[in-house]
């Protein structure tokens, strides 16, 4: 061999147990996963032993109302959750973006929440939320209400995971705003002052346009998360009452371990896959098209 | 358009004083610049008259009006940065017009305002482009624009030629010299280039520590520095400093230092006279020296040629003297040449107080 191509070959050579790991842990599932989606399989069978029934299984899947309403639940808990955590992050990034005593010990207390395992989280909750003894129904009893029923109401349920997803994930919000706050030029803000701008219209027409592509990006991160959130509600109401909380990761942990159903948890799991593909290459196109974008801008300036 | 008054200003970060007592007045319609070193405290003072940094005592008289506790936008004034603080999101256009925006002027007004101002400063072809899509001289004329669209009181500027290459500071500098004699406001200028204090300045406030060393207009400050400082600073090449003594010598008061002795005139005698007999740093500009018979005799170490003039190093006992002439006839290193000093070329500052005597 010669040097020229031994050394075009290095690279991969050092990438090539990086590969290995990958293509193991990562394409191997996959791949099994999808070739799963094509199978009716049992639990109690081995794969070889299961039949092969093409996409009756995702057809299937369409037809349920129980996965169409799941499908909904999730899309409801995404949307709610991402918008409400994005109001608060950013707005108390706004807030505690100024230099007064304490702040930063305010600043870390603020992230402690996102820094606790969500089993933890969610048992938590179940605890605050609990008819008797949660801290919630005995402080509004203490002053004279009635009890709410926190998980054992539908609609309750449901905002209770909302108000406990909120808890945990805008801190990531929060941190990641801040960020983007204190890395903004500080000379055009006090320009804009000089030019008349109330705190209001700083934060209108200055801060949070400059800040946009960090927003944008972190939007799409808590997106993709909110679609794979799992264990807080797992712990706190398991789907129910009813299918009002059981989004569609519960969906598939039940098809699969309740239902003995591994083909269609595999179908309804790379149905979920694609949702969060779609929303990732979004992110990463926006990415690329903010490159171009600076790589064109620079290009200008080097002409001039 | 108000004077301004700046009374007992003070500023302290924390436990560190950076300003104290500091009282200025600026006539109505006047060019400031205030000029000194980094960290003296010119660009802090500016920031505290634009309302950006707080003050931590006296007052800033706008008029009649203490402005020193108002916002910004209170004050009736303009700024333009020293790394132009566009708003990047927004395209010239947008950036010119901001402050009119928010003062919610009809939109044919700010249109007219905008086209107006760009055109005086060649920007009308860039009114679409976002700053980033500019050049460094451009981007310095829309902020210059963005502060003249605005009818303000008062115009602040903070180094704003700073981040320029030579060439272009020229060029800018006469804009602005043209600029200020058109639209006669309120303009406080913040530099370190006393080139720049010099040439654009009705009056000039040099500054160090946070104290003014001198106040005055441009001649004042180069043909009789109050002290040793403002001559050090101001003037380029930069005026020689010797040690000296005075004596009485048959009537006339002798400057007596290391291989030299310079007559005074008999109109500094009256002044001089309590100083006789006592050491003094004698300051003289390096366009102090006449070439000429009878003089001190300098060898040449260096020279510099720079068109018209030429700087020649030279020593004078053991010290290094700067010395500018005229440059016509060639100037060989080694050489030995004979300067003459006038009497009324000498500045003299006490070397405990460094006050000029």
Known sequence: MSIASTNRMTPYLFLAPAGLVLAFALFYP???????????????????????????????????????????????????????????????????????????????????????????????????????????????????????????DGDWAFASVVIADVWQWTPFIFILSLAALQSLPQSAIEASKI??????????YIKLPLMLPVLIVTLLLRLIDSFKVLEVILVMTNGGPGLSTEILSLRINRTASEFRELGEAAAMSNLLLIVLLILTFTMFIYNKAQDARAARLRRVEEEA | MPEIRLQNLRKDYGAVNVIENLNLEMADGEFTVLVGPSGCGKSTTLRMIAGLESVTGGEIMIGDRDVSQLEPKERDLAMVFQDYALYPHMNV???????????????????????????????????????????????????????????????????????????????????????????KKNMIYVTHDQVEAMTLGDKIVVMKFGEIMQAGTPEELYRSPANKFVAGFIGSPTMNFLNAELSDEDGVIMARGDGFAIPLPDSRKG?????????????????GFAEGPGGLKMPVILSEYIGAQSVLISKLGEQQIAIEVNSVAPIRVGEEREFTVQGDEVHLFDPQTEAAL
């Open chain 1, 30 to 152: 996959i791949c099994y996963m999808i070739y799963a989606s094509f199978l009716d399989w049992n639990p109690s069978q081995r794969i070889g032993e299961a039949d092969f029934v093409g996409l009756r299984n995702y057809f299937k899947l369409f037809g349920d109302p129980a996965f169409r309403e799941s499908l909904g639940v999730t899309l409801k808990f995404a949307a709610v959750v991402v918008t409400v955590e994005m109001f608060l992050g950013v707005g108390l990034a706004l807030l505690l973006d100024r230099n007064i005593r304490g702040m930063s010990v305010l600043r870390t207390l603020f992230i402690l929440p996102m820094m606790i395992a969500p089993i933890v989280v969610g048992l938590m909750w179940r605890y605050m939320y609990h008819p008797t003894v949660g801290i919630f129904n005995k402080t509004l009893k203490s002053w004279g209400f009635d009890g709410v029923p926190w998980l054992s």
């Open chain 1, 195 to 204: 030019d008349g701008a109330t705190g209001w219209q700083q934060i209108i």
């Open chain 2, 93 to 183: 256009a947008k950036n010119m017009s901001f402050a009119l925006r928010l003062a919610r002027m009809n939109k044919s007004d700010i249109e007219t305002r905008v086209k107006e101002v760009a055109a005086t400063l060649d920007l009308t072809a860039y009114l679409d482009r976002k700053p980033a899509e500019l050049s460094g001289g451009q981007r310095q004329r829309v902020a210059m624009g963005r502060a003249l669209v605005r009818d303000a009181g008062t115009f602040l500027f903070d180094e704003p030629l700073s981040n320029l290459d030579a060439k272009l500071r020229g060029q800018m500098r006469a804009e602005l010299a043209l600029m200020s004699q058109r639209i």
């Open chain 2, 271 to 287: 002044a001089l006279q309590a100083h006789k007999g006592r050491n003094i740093h004698l300051g003289i500009r390096p366009s």
